[in-house]
């Protein structure tokens, strides 16, 4: 039977989407995913995007997680960590950069008070490897190589676990209950750490030990000298000497008035050490300017808060009893210093002398293939192997900069590359995507949001206790710090495309499974591409 | 006791945002959307009109639980939806004339009251909108839809503005902003594009009638227009609601740039969006960040010659008086702009 259709009318109503709109396209959007400058910069590859995304809905396990897998100590890394990550942040471009190192403490501390547990292997390799030192690299690497099912044996030559973290790091920026928590979760998995087992000889101890590969993280423990003519009643000790004791009963005596000589970070940590051991004056001596400076720029300002002083210019001739000679210094046009001939007298009851640490390498002597240069060994890059097959390398004592997050890094890579190598396969290295630069965003979709700031303990309080200086974020400034990511160069699911479409060529997948874009009707306005807040589409011409 | 968080990464600025309860969420991030314009209309890329219809009818559906019928004027939004025998409405729709969408809205809403009464009801579950671009709207079909406030008839009307007659070659309407070019004010002469000085401003005219609500919104703020929609729809009696929707084919603008746009009209003072009851303006959309008018003419081709070598910063600066007067005139800035 026939449709009664009204005069005139000889067709059925149709619908549009007979007409199929997508031929007229000359561009189609893409969906791409984009390397964000936070991960970029990591030194230990965090995915920051990744963890960032799940604590935004409070998802703070699935966070923890997704940090864990390429750096097993949140706690310590939001203490001491330097992040880099928040210089590059590209909200920085917006109002200030996401406060990236306070959400990684605030996770890590959930974990250790909720007691969040690493799994152990689900199968066993049947290979066993060396690691040497229990320091940053030594621990992340013996995580790494346990999560892949290796039995992992760590010898370390002190009598606690953490290296530098304990050795070097003031109480007042790492609490000793939150290196010990994160270094006891690694043990709990199943590696064995030997505790005052200094390797003497490490081709005899692989040989006695039976293993398969070692990964050697010698921190770098020697203090560099500097020769300054000095008296026998002068009183001079080196900075790790200084750092190193406070682990132990005796609290080192430095007097009243301390002069620490040098500019990195660890002559602030001693500054500041001081200052908290009842110094009234604790000076920096050092021979360039504040712009010159190694020491990190927060660290500087955190000491001049407490009261340290510094004099800048300055370099150290003599010592006698009580009292230093020194000699100002000039920069000169290309910036590095020279003497004056201008000289004064500083009193001093102690000389701290903070000129840079050496790695002990001794253990490697008998060792075959290894090259050493400018006391450090050489690694390959790419893999962190020696030249010595089966013999991996980092943290301090491979040729880079010197700091935890370095050190966390080279343990997780090499641990891959040790692995890999046990197995004589290579690791599948996908290319990197390219940087999710902020020109590519569209910022104004971003609400507008101040840093949380830390709150910080009074200046007073802190230079008299070792307390911790830097406060950690409750949940609520935790969440609202994570939601100010931009999730550059990545979906995260705001349905713009979807929604702006005047064409409804978007299809909505659902939680998790982001868009598909249905080419029978996108016309290739590009719309979704402009309006899309992270720079995740990208328009690109059709073959024609 | 923690103060709860009440920060949202993007807030309510995107269409969707996962952070949300699914109650706060837009209607245009529901995959449950009603999607009334569907796929293959025939709009030009980045139609601005394409995308107002589908916000605000899509938004009128959930407002009504999908009891709606559509009313349409001549005009692009008619033409590139209906071609014989296609239709990209999913909704009940019927197409007149060019000038009577208001009156044919009008008889649907009254045959609905009548039949309503028949059948023992107070009055109808079914509502009506009526809908045209500004030249359906502000020009021919100014008369039938001034009957309609002055009679408070029960309808919606909304009027898709893209400020000239754009589906038979961008003639001036008297929505055409002054020194935009046109087919039918040519950028030639001592005073290029249209007429400072001449021109209707709709939402004015339609809260002179004192009707229960009127309101304006833009393509760039889903939430805003979405909101006025589901109030639009809570009221009886008539209603007004001018949506302001770029039309890069009319305009010279790159399709692409369509929303913003749109955004840059408001954020400029061009375009006030405000929401006003039986004549009293009850609030307005703040401006977020203030940009000089520059930077909503300068992507649009149809001023193009306001930027030509010689420049013409005196009708600039005509053009950013306009702009800061909507600014003092609806407050759409917390700081007053001394002119």
Same mark, same amino acid.
């Given at each position: 039977m026939t449709m009664q259709k009204p005069f005139a009318i000889t067709l059925d109503p149709g619908s549009s989407l007979a007409n199929k709109t997508g031929t007229w396209r000359t561009e189609r959007p893409i969906y791409v995913d984009r390397l964000p400058p936070c991960n970029a910069q990591c030194p230990a590859g965090e995915d920051i995007q990744g963890w960032l995304f799940h604590a935004e809905s409070g998802a703070y396990e699935a966070a923890w997680k997704q940090l864990t897998r390429d750096n097993p100590f949140p706690a310590i890394m939001g203490r001491v960590c330097y992040h880099s990550c928040e210089g590059a942040c590209n909200r920085a471009k917006l109002d200030s950069a996401v406060g990236i190192n306070s959400v990684e403490r605030f996770l890590g501390d959930e974990a250790l008070k909720k007691g969040w547990a690493f799994e152990a292997p689900t199968q066993e390799s049947g290979k066993h490897v060396l690691v040497v030192g229990a320091g940053p690299s030594g621990m992340s690497a013996a995580y790494q190589l346990r999560r892949l099912g290796h039995k992992v044996t760590v010898f370390e030559a002190g009598p606690l676990m953490g290296g530098m973290m304990r050795f070097g790091i003031p109480k007042y920026r790492l609490p000793r209950e939150v290196l010990d928590a994160e270094m006891q979760r690694i043990q709990a998995m199943g590696v064995e750490v030997r505790l005052n087992t200094k390797v003497e000889d490490l081709d005899r101890t692989m040989k006695e030990g039976g293993f398969d590969a070692a990964f050697l993280a010698v921190g770098a423990h020697i203090a560099k000298r500097a020769f300054i003519p000095a008296k026998d009643s002068s009183h001079i000790l080196d900075a790790v000497a200084v750092l190193r004791s406070m682990e132990g009963q005796e609290q080192p005596m430095l007097g009243r008035r301390v002069v620490v000589y040098g500019g990195g970070n660890t002559a602030i940590d001693v500054a500041r050490t001081a200052k908290r051991l009842g110094a009234t004056e604790a000076i920096i001596v050092y021979r360039r300017t504040r712009e010159k400076m190694p020491a990190h720029d927060f660290e500087v300002e955190e000491a001049l808060q407490e009261g340290v002083m510094v004099k800048w210019l300055s370099t150290i001739k003599s010592a006698d009893e009580g009292a230093l000679q020194i000699e100002k210094m000039k920069l000169d046009e290309k910036g590095n210093p020279q003497p004056t001939g201008e000289f004064e007298t500083l009193e001093a009851d102690s000389l701290v002398l903070a000129l840079g640490q050496d790695v002990d390498l001794s253990l490697l002597n008998a060792v075959q293939g290894l090259e050493v240069k400018d006391g450090v060994v050489k690694v390959d890059p790419a893999t962190m192997m020696t030249g010595h097959p089966g013999i991996f390398a980092g943290g301090d004592m491979v040729p880079a900069d010197r700091n935890v997050t370095v050190a966390v890094g080279h343990g997780k890579k090499a641990a891959r590359h040790i692995d890999a190598w046990l197995r004589a396969a290579s690791v599948a290295t996908e290319a990197k995507h390219a940087s999710a630069t902020f020109e590519r965003l569209n910022p104004w979709y971003y609400s507008d949001a101040p840093k949380t700031m830390r709150p910080q303990l009074d200046i007073a309080r802190r230079t008299s206790s070792f307390d911790e200086v830097q406060g950690g974020l409750t949940e609520d400034n935790a969440l609202f710090e994570a939601r100010r *990511?931009?999730? =550059? /160069? &990545? =979906?995260? #699911? *705001?349905d713009n495309c979807y929604g702006v479409c005047p064409d409804n060529a978007v299809i909505k997948l659902g939680p998790g499974k982001r868009f598909e874009f &249905? @080419? #029978? @009707?996108?016309? /290739? =306005? /590009?719309v979704c591409a402009a309006e899309c807040p992270c720079g995740a589409i990208d328009m690109v011409a059709e073959q024609v | 006791m923690n103060a709860p968080v009440k920060f949202y990464q993007t807030g309510t600025f995107t269409v969707g945002n996962r952070l949300l309860k699914p109650e706060q969420r837009s209607v245009q991030s529901s995959e449950e959307r009603s999607n009334s314009l569907n796929s293959g209309h025939r709009a030009c890329q980045g139609c601005g009109e394409a995308l107002g219809a589908r916000y605000a009818v899509d938004a009128a559906m959930r407002a009504t639980n999908n009891q709606l019928i559509a009313v349409n004027a001549t005009g692009c939004l008619e033409v590139f939806s209906t071609p014989y025998p296609e239709t990209s409405w999913q909704l009940p729709w019927i197409h007149s004339l060019f000038g009577n969408a208001a009156a044919v809205g009008t008889g649907v809403a009254a045959a609905l009251k009548i039949k309503a009464r028949k059948a023992g009801q107070a009055r109808s579950d079914v509502r009506v909108i009526a809908q045209g671009g500004d030249g359906g709207t502000t020009d021919i079909g100014f008369g039938c839809l001034s009957g309609m406030f002055e009679r408070n008839d029960d309808v919606l009307y909304i009027c898709y503005d893209n400020e000239a007659y754009m589906n038979t070659g961008v003639q001036r309407s008297s929505a055409t902003p002054p020194a935009a070019r046109t087919a039918t004010t040519m950028a030639v002469g001592e005073h290029p594009g249209a007429e400072f000085g001449q021109g209707k401003n709709l939402p004015l005219i339609a809260m002179a009638h004192e009707i229960p609500y009127v309101a304006t919104a833009t393509v760039a703020d889903l939430r805003d227009l979405e909101a006025k929609v589901e109030k639009a729809m809570s009221i009886r009696g008539a209603r007004y609601l001018h949506i302001l929707v770029p039309c890069p084919l009319g305009w010279g603008s790159a399709s692409h740039d369509t929303i913003k746009l749109a955004r840059l009209a408001r954020e400029t003072g061009i375009f006030p969006v405000f929401e006003a009851e039986h004549g009293e303006v009850t609030s307005v959309t703040k401006i977020r960040h203030h940009v000089p008018v520059e930077d909503y003419l300068k992507p649009q081709k149809r001023f193009a010659h306001l930027f030509s070598k010689a420049g013409d910063a005196q009708t600039l600066a005509k053009i950013q008086a306009d702009a800061d007067k909507n600014i003092r005139r609806f407050k759409l800035l917390d700081e007053e702009i001394t002119a």
């Open positions: *990511c931009l999730s =550059c /160069g &990545n =979906c995260f #699911e *705001c &249905n @080419y #029978e @009707y996108c016309k /290739g =306005c /590009g | -």
